[in-house]
Structure formats: C-alpha cells, structure tokens
C-alpha cells in the first residue's frame, strides 16, 4: 500500500515538472517572440527617420521641392489658372431674385448668373457656380475657394479694403417692403422713420450697415429692433407672416418679392448702389480682362437686354453707369 502511494507522489511531482518546464518554455516563446517584433518595429523606424532626414538635407541643398502647404497667391495665379483649366469658379448667393435664384427644377438662375455666363462664354472658360452665404463671399475670394462673386453686391469702400472689384455693372437702388395687409406706413421718404419699428435686413449687405449706422448708432431704435437674415428671402417671409414691420433691400429684388409674398414696396431711391463683380485682391490680370469683357457687353447692349428679361427694366429706365476713368487704376 506504501509503495502505491510513493509511486503515485512521485507521477505528481514527475507531471507537476513537465508543466512549470512547458510553461517556462512557453513563456520563454513569448519573450522571444516581442523582442523580434520590438527589433522589427526599431528598423522600420530607424528606415522612416532616414528616409525624412534625406528628404530634409536635399531639400536644404535645392534637389528635391517639398510640398508647400501655403497656395499660390501671386497677382496673376487665378487668371493662369483659369486659362489653364479653361474654369473659372463663381461664387453666387442664390436667394436674392431677379439677380440669382433657384429655378423649379433646381437650377440656378438670375441676371447676374446670365451676365456671369456669357462673361465666361466670352473669356472661353467654363463657368462653375458655387452657392453660398453672401457674408460669406469675401472669405471665400480670400482664400481663393472661388474666383470671382457676382451676387448684388455693392461696392463698398469696406469691401475694396478686402478685394477688389471690376467696373461697375448695374446700378441699383434700394426699397423698403411692408406688409400690405397690415402696413407699418404706406409711404417711407426717409429711413428715419422706420425707427421704433421691427426692420429686416441681409447680413453683411450695405442696408444692413445702413439701417445700423442710420438707426441704431444714432440712439434712433434699439438694437434688438434690426433684425439681420442670413438669407432675403427668410426676412421677407418673416415680414409677410407679420413677424417684421419693414424689410430694407434692393429695389429689383422688392419688385419680385411682390409678386410672391403679401408685401408691398412703401419706399424706395434713398440709396444708390453700383454693383461690381468681386475678386480677389490683387488679381489685375482677372480684373483687368473681365472689365474689358463687361465693357463690350454694355456697348453692344448685353447687359441692357438681360436687364430687360430678368428684371423688367428697358434699356431707356437703366441708370446711365459712370464710363471708367482710364487714369484710374481698377
């Protein structure tokens, strides 16, 4: 009986061996294992770090260009491009009717989207159109996200301080809508009265500057009285619901709002406003054959027929726009 139970102490302690043998084995494997894949890890970096180093130096000696993470921006570089791709970019705010709109079946459309096609037809470039906020077209011409912007917009000395802009294409006025039903005053002649009132005006448009300089910098109406719409057509919405008393814009655009809204123009021609094509800063090659395009479409009576199709203005009711100075550089 003795000698059973020695046999069977001594296969436990024969099989307890094997195992811490075979686990130290294992472990063993492992070790071996990570410390192969830590040499490896060590090339491949060690093969990376010498490869930018090399980089680095024949950069340094002038062999080899390293990507620039900073664009192009020399004067001439957009209107290269352009003729290089035959595509010049346009960005547009397309809420602001009869000048850039949507039509029923989702295309863009308006005078100046018109204007700015056969410009390009002109320039033999393909015209691209990229909608967007209008506050945010001067970003985009900073940044050269788009070329050029053609969306109403009025040139500005604050403006010409950012970009630049072409000859003076259109020359507009502005309005002030209310609602016909239940209108704050039937007959504005002055801005001054739309003090103490709910006024809607575009974001980052000169009527908003307007209205703010005029109204509320003079202590005339509260802040909180102007009202300023990233989008015209949500402000002149407001003011058919009744949620506004005046919507300050320009006339053409008033004109259309008519048609559509339960609105009516109550006052107009208090402000004057050329409209320029905008680009970017020191892009004169651009500038400089853009004006030269715009200035054929005035003379062969372009821009007076796609006045009189989108905005209902024949050619003898076109304000009479300024012929440039020559000795002036644009």
Do not use: C
């Not at 192009?72 to 850039?100: E, H, L, Q």
């Not at 056969?118 to 011409?141: C, P, T």
């Not at 000169?206 to 909180?224: H, I, P, R």
């Not at 006339?251 to 094509?277: C, D, E, H, Y």
């Amino acid at each position: 009986m003795s000698e059973d139970v020695s046999r069977e102490e001594e296969e436990v302690a024969e099989e307890s061996v094997e195992q811490t043998e075979g686990a130290a084995e294992a472990d063993a494997s492992k070790a071996a294992r990570k410390a192969k894949l830590l040499n490896i890890g060590m090339v491949v970096l060690g093969i990376i770090a010498v490869a930018i180093g090399s980089l680095i130096v024949a950069s340094l000696l002038g062999y080899v260009k390293l990507p620039s993470t900073t664009p192009d921006v020399s004067d001439d570089n957009i209107w290269k491009r352009i003729k290089k791709t035959d595509t010049i970019i346009v960005g547009t705010a397309a809420d602001y009717p009869p000048f850039s709109y949507y039509t029923d079946d989702y295309q863009i459309d308006g005078f100046d989207i018109a204007l700015i096609r056969e410009l390009g037809s002109r320039l033999d470039a393909e015209v691209q159109i990229k909608d967007m906020a209008f506050d945010g077209l001067v970003g985009a011409l900073q940044i050269q996200q788009i070329d050029v912007a053609i969306a109403a917009m009025s040139i500005t000395p604050d403006r010409d301080a950012l970009i630049d802009f072409s000859d003076t294409y259109f020359i507009s006025e502005d309005a002030i809508l209310a609602n016909r039903s239940v209108p704050a005053a039937t007959a504005v002649t002055s801005i001054d009265q739309l003090a103490g009132y709910r006024v809607g005006v575009q974001t980052a448009t000169l009527y908003e500057l307007w209205v703010t300089n005029a109204l509320v910098d003079t202590g005339k109406t509260a802040v909180g009285n102007i009202h300023s719409y990233a989008y015209i057509d949500q402000a002149i919405a407001d003011l058919g619901n009744g949620q506004l008393d005046f919507v300050v814009l320009d006339l053409p655009q008033a004109n259309a709002a008519t048609a559509v809204v339960n609105v009516m123009v109550v006052g107009s021609g208090m402000n004057r406003q050329q409209f320029g094509i905008g680009i970017g800063a020191g892009q004169s090659d651009l500038q400089k054959n853009i004006n030269a395009i715009l200035q054929e479409m005035q003379e062969d009576g372009t821009i007076s027929a796609l006045a009189l199709d989108y905005i209902g203005i024949n050619p003898s009711d076109i304000v009479s726009i300024p012929t440039p100075d020559p000795n002036v550089p644009t």
